[in-house]
């Protein structure tokens, strides 16, 4: 019970990662190969505002100068939303330069956004203790199923959002821009500011799983956020269903749950290193086959026909 | 000053080959490999095997490695990407299976070789000052080595039948297509040097540093980095960026902090991206409206 509970829990916040992914990708063709990074950022923030100055009393932090985490003690509430908006914001300052490029290039500079998060994380001290990590994070109730129901919460919340977007005039924007540029702009709307949009919007959706993350776990390193959570939620978006929310959540429910949580329990076998690496052989195979032979995922795209669309007026 | 002369020219010495066969394979073959970074890994875990395991000279071992791994680019194109692009999906499904055959080659190399970090078994030798430098035998030749495969590659893409056929292909798949070329060979060969000049930067890297499973993504930062310095399919360009963010580098390493190295070279690229995306060598002067545009 414990251990679905645990695997639910995990899937919830990947799917959140999914979702904002399917948004930036699927809806408006921005490859966003930092995903790692705007988790991280939602998750220290929120772990940095949050932690109790307790945690400075641990016993390895004997000696320790002391630094931002442990003097603020703000609650969840305020972490969480900190936490995305802070997300958001770094992808707006990141999203200046970096949305000009070409899509092929994006995913280039977005790896490198994760990577520069990455060493801030390990080196800055003050800020976040380095690769010793942030513990005692406060879960907020103090109890894993009312926890997880929050999750779910936040889940949905954004699973609507995200929905209401994409179906709006605005949505429309980013899925015209999605398939021709020259024609969107030639409309004139700004191609520009609705990948803009899309690309805060979705960083900072991850900012909050970030968050979601860090209370869950209650404890957060700088080596959790590797490039593997950025491939692990590639891999499940296209196979579910690349531009379909619902296809994400099954995705996410066949990956994350069954294949990477779920086979956890199974008899490890050479070096602790031998069977997470198997697993990622096997989860990237999967990926070339899936684009090779069945590139629209388990659920495709719904597509408006014409019927459908005379139907609705 | 000497410090950052002496590194800068190394790092360079290991930068400049990538970032060139980078931009070889992106200006030809028109897809971004993010695996590349991987197949600087694995050039650098294959002259391992036959330097540690095998006991070659690593000078031998360099070029045993040279040859695999191009061999082995070459047959990832063949038989991943080659079937994707006859079916013309876009080059951001290419992307997306690049990053898949990343994952796969990082962690069959981990699984190999385990965690740990490994060093080249070499043996150790003096240093001398050469005017403001200061290097050892075996870095002189690295740097000369570099070079001269730079300028080779250059010479090649000039003058030679083949890197006319690449230049063409580059300019114009179809019209080439049209015309007779058989553009699967010449994208085949662009793999070829592309994935040997990985695997010699990945060995120069190493000998510079040490060998781990993940320096791959790093390394594909840093490259891209000289890239967009350079203007990203200017093979000159790319060179003369990597010339910049090594020192960059290794200046940020001696005054600033060693861990922020590859977080310098991303800066940069920011600041190029802002003022002037063609890349500093591209034409036309800057101009400081570009700064405030927000329109593509």
């Excluded at chain 2, 994935?195 to 540093?209: E, P």
Aim: one cysteine or more; a positive charge; charged letters at 10%.
């Amino acid at each position: 019970m414990e251990f679905a509970l645990t695997i639910a829990t995990i899937v919830a916040i990947y799917c959140i990662l999914g979702l904002a992914l399917n948004l930036q990708f699927g809806y408006t063709n921005l490859p966003n190969f930092g995903i790692a990074g705007f988790f991280a950022v939602g998750a220290y923030t929120s772990a940095i505002l949050t932690v109790p100055h307790r945690f400075l009393e641990m016993e390895i932090f004997a000696g320790f100068p002391g630094g931002v985490p442990g003097r603020i003690e703000a609650p969840f509430i305020v972490g969480i939303l900190a936490a995305t908006a802070l997300a958001g914001f770094i992808a707006f300052l990141i999203g200046v330069p970096v949305l000009r490029l070409r899509e092929d290039y994006l995913a280039v500079a977005s790896i490198g956004v994760a990577e520069a998060i990455h060493y801030i994380a390990l080196n800055e001290l003050w800020l976040t203790i380095g690769s010793a990590g942030i513990r005692l994070i406060p879960m907020p109730f103090a109890n894993r199923i009312l926890y997880f129901l929050l999750v779910l919460l936040v889940l949905a919340i954004v699973f609507y959002v995200i929905n209401r977007l994409v179906r709006s005039p605005f949505g429309r924007i980013w899925r015209a821009t999605r398939e021709d540029e020259t024609v969107t702009a030639s409309l004139g709307k700004s191609v520009f500011r609705s990948r803009m949009w899309a690309w805060v919007i979705g960083c900072a959706f991850m900012g909050t799983a970030g968050s979601l993350w860090a209370h869950y776990a209650m404890a957060i390193q700088p080596g959790e956020f590797v490039p593997t959570t950025t491939f692990l939620v590639w891999i499940f978006v296209i196979v579910g269903g690349l531009r379909n929310n619902k296809g994400v959540l099954i995705g996410a429910l066949l990956i994350i749950g069954l294949f990477e949580q779920g086979t956890r329990f199974l008899p490890a076998f050479g070096a602790p290193y031998v069977v997470p690496a198997l697993r990622l052989i096997i989860i990237g195979v999967m990926l070339i086959i899936f684009i090779r032979f069945r590139p629209q995922g388990v659920i495709p795209e719904r597509a408006m026909t014409i019927e459908k669309h005379i139907k609705t007026i | 000053m000497e410090d950052l002369l002496s590194y800068g020219l190394l790092t360079f010495a290991s930068l400049a080959l990538p970032a060139l066969g980078l931009c070889l394979s992106i200006k030809v073959v028109k897809y971004f490999n993010l695996a590349y970074g991987d197949y600087v890994t694995m050039g650098a875990y294959i002259a391992l095997l036959f330097n540690l395991i095998f006991g070659w000279n690593i000078v031998w071992a360099m070029v045993a490695t040279i040859v695999i791994t191009a061999i082995a680019g070459a047959a990832i194109h063949k038989g991943i990407f080659k079937p994707l692009m006859e079916r013309k999906v876009g080059p951001l499904t290419l992307l997306v299976v690049s990053l898949g055959v990343g994952f796969v080659i990082r962690n069959v190399i981990l699984i190999a070789w385990g965690p740990q970090p490994y060093q080249y078994k070499m043996p150790m030798a003096r240093a001398h000052h050469f005017g403001p430098f200061f290097f050892t035998p075996f870095q002189i030749f690295m740097i000369v080595v570099c070079l001269a495969v730079a300028i080779g590659i250059f010479l090649m893409l000039r003058y030679t039948q083949l890197g006319r056929l690449m230049r063409a292909t580059s300019d114009n798949p179809e019209l080439s297509e049209i015309r007779g070329i058989n553009i699967e060979k010449v994208y085949s060969y662009t793999w070829l040097i592309a994935c040997g000049l990985s695997a010699l930067g990945g060995v120069f890297m190493s000998i510079l540093g040490t060998i781990t499973t993940w320096m791959g993504i790093g390394v594909l930062v840093t490259i891209f980095a000289c890239l967009i310095v350079g203007g990203i399919e200017n093979p000159y360009g790319a060179v003369l960026g990597a010339l910049i963010i090594s020192f960059a580098m290794e200046a940020t390493a001696i005054w600033i902090s060693p861990p922020y190295k590859v977080t310098i070279a991303y800066v940069i690229m920011i600041v190029i991206l802002l003022i002037k995306p063609s890349g500093i060598f591209a034409g036309g002067g800057f101009k400081w409206s570009s700064l405030l545009r927000l329109q593509r």
